[in-house]
């Protein structure tokens, strides 16, 4: 049974900072590329950032340079250093882990955690 379990949200003042965390089992964590997305009240899922197997990483343009996307293969983690924040981070932030196999993509999502940045 597969499972992302997300941890580390909360409420923080606009510049403040948090780190987010993505445990996963039952997926062999370090051949899946892994995402940070998050969800605004009223609006669609977005990519926040996300690193490949090998390490690549990927960031939304609204977060360059304040956020950062690591991962520990050997605790099967994932994790979202959040910098400088601003009320427009406010949000649930999801974890997904995507793998191809054979042309078919697999993707596994966690249950989110919230965060609030406040003004």
């Known amino acids: 049974q597969v499972q992302l379990v997300e941890s580390g949200g909360g409420l923080v003042q606009a510049g403040g900072s948090l780190r987010l965390s993505c445990a996963a089992s039952?997926?062999?964590?370090?051949?899946?590329?892994m995402g940070w997305y998050r969800q605004a009240p009223g609006k669609q899922r977005e990519l926040v950032a996300d690193?490949?197997?090998?390490?690549?990483?990927k960031y939304a343009d609204s977060v360059k340079g304040r956020f950062t996307i690591s991962r520990d293969n050997a605790r099967n983690t994932v994790y979202l250093q959040m910098n400088s924040l601003k009320p427009e981070d406010t949000g649930v932030y999801y974890c997904?882990?995507?793998?191809?196999?054979?042309?078919?993509?697999?993707?596994?999502w966690g249950q989110g955690t919230q965060v609030t940045v406040s003004s």
């Open positions: 690193i490949t197997s090998t390490g690549s990483t």
């Open positions: 997904k882990a995507h793998r191809v196999i054979t042309s078919r993509p697999w993707d596994y």
């Open positions: 039952g997926i062999i964590f370090s051949v899946n590329t």
